[in-house]
C-alpha cells in the first residue's frame, strides 16, 4: 500500500490500517511527516500485520526514532526498512533492530551533527554531515 506523501496520515489512522488490511505485505509511509512511533506501534497491534509485513517504507519521517524500530523487532516476514532521512533513527538502534531480524535489509542514509560553528552575532549553526551510507545492510554486513 502506497501512502508515500499524504501528509493527512496520522498515527490514528496507522490503528484502523491492519484493521482493514490485514495481510498487508508492503507499506511506504516515505515522506508522512505526522507519523511518530506511536503510529508505528499501532500497526502490530490486534492484527495480524507483523506476520505478513515484509515491506515498510518509512524515508523522510521526522518524527520517528528508534523507537520504531523496537516495535519493529516482532515483524519477522520484515525483509527490508527503508529509514532515510529518518534524522532521529540511529546506528545502534539499527544494530539492536539487527539483532531480532538479522535478515533484514535496513536501507539509510543518516544524518548526524558534526559540530557547531560560530556566526555573526554570536548565533551558532549546527551543520549536518551526511553519512553517505546507504547502510544497505544485509546479511552479515555491521554497522560502523
Do not use: F
Not at 69 to 90: A, F, G, V
Amino acid at each position: 500500500m502506497d501512502l508515500e506523501e499524504s501528509v493527512q496520515v496520522t498515527n490514528s489512522m496507522l490503528i484502523q490500517l491492519p484493521i482493514h488490511r490485514p495481510q498487508l505485505q508492503e507499506l511506504s509511509l516515505s515522506d508522512c511527516e505526522l507519523i511518530t512511533d506511536d503510529g508505528v506501534h499501532h500497526l502490530g497491534i490486534g492484527a495480524c500485520t507483523h506476520k505478513w509485513l515484509e515491506v515498510i517504507e518509512l524515508d523522510n519521517c521526522p518524527l520517528i526514532t528508534d523507537a520504531s524500530l523496537k516495535h519493529l523487532k516482532c515483524y519477522h516476514s520484515l525483509e527490508r526498512i527503508e529509514l532515510n532521512d529518518c534524522q532521529q533513527i540511529t546506528r545502534t538502534g539499527i544494530k539492536r533492530l539487527r539483532t531480532h531480524l538479522a535478515d533484514v535489509k535496513v536501507h539509510a542514509c543518516l544524518l548526524c551533527i558534526s559540530h557547531s560553528t560560530p556566526i555573526s552575532g554570536g548565533q551558532q549553526i549546527v551543520l549536518l554531515q551526511m553519512l553517505h551510507h546507504p547502510m544497505t545492510l544485509e546479511g552479515s554486513a555491521s554497522v560502523n
